[in-house]
């Protein structure tokens, strides 16, 4: 079993699975092997742990299934996403259904059960699902070549990077930068909706992104979906098992580990800067700023309620200077979506709406513990909520701004009022978006005053109208926090060299003074 | 003979040995013995004391403390000691330059939020347009698992159904508090696994922090930031009792009950 290279907080409870797994087991593809499941126990354990997603009957079609996406693997149809087994063999290997149970799916909702069930209970559960598609007496009989396992360098990740884009050969699904911005829309054999994996997220890969497993899925494809075998002979695009190995490293070197979310983070970093604030989205100044990552999750407390989010994080960056402050909003989202446009109909699922995203902040800002309800504010607390909209066919993009007191109570202002503006550029698979407004409110009774040194709530939302979401139907975030730092300017340098010179002349004077009088027992 | 020992140590330095003495012992008892460590702030007032303690011992007397004094003394007067002296008095004032300017910055640290998990429940509260009382809420379905195990089961099945559908999201496939959006959230979805968490409380209570959801919660358990949703905007109010045998029945805890 290849280690997972790469763990993100978001897994940390997978991580804590793997290693348990890996510290308890001996070798678990030679156990697997060597001990059968029993299909008879592995039907009581299935019904108890698996059926509630998979169905009783083994077809994907339990109870939580239509919430879900991806869907939940229908095992009737025998055929497995990430396997070790040839391209043109459809059985599976026992070990590879056996890490998928182990160790669960990043980004999907198949937990690891490795903390629930033991090694022989997995293999009872193999043991059963297979007898859904009739496959208990199949063995597979072609395996993955892996060749010699080229290293990685940056010769290998040039060539890799060179083969990915030639022709389109990966980019033409997995972009240009690798973003997953698919230029056609892509269904899976079942008809579900499919989206090309982002690979600059690697803690959403499904079988993680050790050099070897993406070097299998290449080989492999992912079946039932438009992720070919490029070890066919009969593909124009195939690669031999070398060129395979080195698209593995260009594809595991393209990890953004600079926007991996962090538990610990959860403080917007404002930083002062002297002139004018950069207000393109793509003005290079940007970069020189620290930035924060926030998961996003679909909005489930509000009718109508959302359960399958395409976007997962945004990246926050901000600045200020004597007047104002200007606030970078980035993430990446598959689809430019731009109602009444032909290309983008085309990808987008029915009932288009624009790409969005929101900030949220307290009209005033909490003097104690006490905020607003994270969602939408209350009564008491309202909110300011600063909304971007990407724009139609024959409307331009533009700002809103809003207060809240809950769902329900919303008052639409006009965003001029309070100086508010928002500029948004798509690039490759990513929304860049700058809020910019004066750091005083004209209004202070309903616009938020900034302040420099305080802790002030934020949340932020965003809505990929690609994916149905208009509406309550979005991802969002709860209360993080937002921290103009303050510009303390020479003062604490100026008071260090003070101290230090009083304690230095305070010793001189000493030592003078003991200087003048003799040593004792000299005297 | 231990104490013909410690005399021949210098007065300022067995002062010192017993400070750091004791602040090892504490760390060690307390982080190490009884897995808790003491704050750091709660600690730094504890060594203040034992600090001020100690001096006060050792300068009890005037010939103690010309005893304590008395290396400090030979250092500044000493001319043999000029070289040590002048590198202490180089350290000290740039080690109270340094101190001040970082306690000059200001703290970028969040703000710490304490908040009750489990608060004090109201007597009564209002769900579905009617006044329930705590005292006398009880499961309707949980008679079945004696007087009639079959029906019980299906109920726990369709508990299941309703779970799945509703609460895995966040709390997770396995109960375990860590289903596919939890790491998106804070405070963290609970972990019905746990024997800290449903084994702990009664099914009324469940129903209420159910019902409710977070706005429910009083003020002392931050109601604005959880995000557990208000589930009678949802859910029929038998379907929250399906799922609260569900809960008990996937994770082998019993709920509490009054004593009889």
């Given at each position: 079993m290849a280690a997972r290279r790469f763990i993100s907080p978001l897994w940390s409870c997978l991580a804590f699975t793997l290693a348990f797994g890996l510290s308890t087991l001996v070798l678990p593809v030679t156990t697997v092997q060597a001990e059968a499941g029993n299909a008879e126990r592995g039907k009581l354990i299935y019904a108890r742990r698996c059926a509630l997603c998979h169905g009783e009957e083994g077809d994907g079609a339990g109870p939580g299934a239509e919430r879900l996406n991806p869907p939940p693997r229908d095992f009737t149809e025998g055929q497995y996403k990430f396997k070790t087994t040839g391209f043109d063999d459809i059985v599976p290997n026992d070990a590879d259904l056996f890490r998928m149970i182990r160790d669960g799916m990043p980004g999907t909702a198949m937990p690891g059960w490795g903390d629930m069930l033991s090694d022989q209970d997995i293999r009872d559960v193999i043991a059963f699902i297979k007898t859904f598609a009739g496959l208990e007496e199949e063995k597979p009989t072609i395996q993955v070549d892996y060749g010699r396992q080229v290293p990685s360098s940056p010769e290998s990740i040039a060539k890799g990077r060179a083969l990915f884009h030639e022709g389109d050969r990966c980019a033409e699904c997995h972009g240009a930068e690798g973003r997953g911005d698919a230029i056609k829309k892509l269904k899976d054999d079942g008809g579900a909706r499919t989206w090309p994996r982002n690979l600059t997220k690697p803690w959403t890969f499904r079988a993680s992104n050790d050099p070897k497993d993406i070097f299998t899925r290449i080989t492999v494809g992912i079946p039932g979906t438009q992720m070919p075998s490029f070890a066919d002979p009969k593909s124009k695009k195939r690669l031999t098992i070398e060129e395979r190995w080195h698209v593995a490293n260009y594809v595991a070197s393209l990890a953004k580990t600079d926007k991996v979310p962090r538990p610990e983070n959860t403080v917007v970093k404002v930083m002062k800067v002297e002139g004018a604030l950069p207000t393109a989205p793509d003005d290079p100044a940007w970069e020189k700023l620290p930035s924060t990552t926030f998961l996003l999750l679909p909005q489930l407390i509000a009718k109508t309620r959302f359960f399958t989010p395409s976007n997962d994080t945004i990246t926050v960056r901000a600045a200020y200077n004597d007047t104002a402050l200007a606030i970078l909003l980035e993430w990446d989202d598959r689809t430019r979506s731009i109602p009444g446009d032909p290309k983008a109909e085309e990808i987008a699922d029915p009932g288009m709406g624009e790409d969005m995203v929101a900030i949220q902040f307290p009209v005033a800002v909490p003097k104690g513990m006490k905020k607003p309800y994270?969602?939408?504010?209350d009564g008491a607390h309202p909110v300011n909520l600063w909304q971007w909209r990407s724009g139609t066919a024959d409307k331009p993009q533009s700002v809103a701004l809003a207060n809240a007191?809950?769902?329900?109570r919303i008052e639409s202002r006009d965003p001029a009022s309070a100086g508010l503006t928002a500029r948004g550029r798509y690039d490759k698979g990513r929304w860049r978006v700058v809020f910019t407004r004066p750091l005083a409110a004209s209004s202070p009774d309903k616009d938020i005053t900034f302040q420099t040194g305080q802790f002030i709530p934020i949340a932020f939302a965003a809505w990929d109208g690609s994916n149905g979401e208009t509406g309550s139907k979005h991802t969002m975030t709860t209360w993080y926090w937002f921290l103009l730092e303050p510009d303390t300017g020479l003062r604490p340098l100026v008071s260090a060299l003070i101290v230090a010179f009083l304690f230095g002349a305070a010793e001189l004077w000493w030592a003078r003074s003991a200087g003048a009088r003799k040593p004792e027992g000299e005297a | 003979m231990m104490g013909r020992l410690l005399s021949r140590i210098p007065a300022l330095l067995r002062a010192a040995l017993v400070v750091v003495g004791i602040y090892l012992a504490a760390t060690a008892i307390f982080?190490?013995?009884?897995?808790q460590p003491i704050p750091a702030s709660l600690m730094t007032m504890y060594m203040f004391f034992v600090i001020v303690g100690v001096f006060m011992a050792f300068t009890f007397t005037e010939e103690g403390a010309r005893a304590m004094a008395a290396p400090i003394r030979a250092l500044v007067e000493n001319p043999a000691l000029r070289p040590v002296r002048n590198i202490v008095f180089l350290l000290v004032p740039l080690a109270a330059g340094a101190f001040t300017y970082t306690k000059m910055l200001p703290s970028l640290e969040a703000p710490v939020e304490l908040r009750t998990i489990h608060p004090a429940p109201p007597s009564t509260f209002k769900a579905y347009g009617k006044r329930y009382d705590l005292l006398t809420?009880?499961?309707?379905?949980?008679?079945?698992?004696?007087?009639d195990p079959e029906r019980f089961r299906a109920l726990v099945a369709e508990g299941g159904k309703i779970y799945i559908r509703n609460c895995q999201f966040c709390h997770g496939d396995k109960l375990n508090g860590r289903g596919p959006f939890a790491p998106a959230l804070n405070p963290v979805p609970l972990n019905f696994q746990d024997v800290g968490t449903i084994a702990q409380l009664q099914e009324s209570y469940l129903f209420w922090r159910i019902a409710t959801g977070g706005p429910g919660l009083p003020e002392e358990a931050a109601p604005w930031i959880s995000s557990m949703p208000v589930w009678q905007n949802f859910l029929k109010e038998d379907e929250i009792w399906k799922v609260i045998l569900f809960l008990y029945d996937y994770t082998g805890h019993r709920p509490r009950a009054w004593e009889k």
């Open positions: 994270f969602g939408m504010g007191r809950g769902f329900a | 982080s190490g013995l009884l897995g809420l009880e499961n309707p379905f949980r008679k079945y698992e004696k007087e």
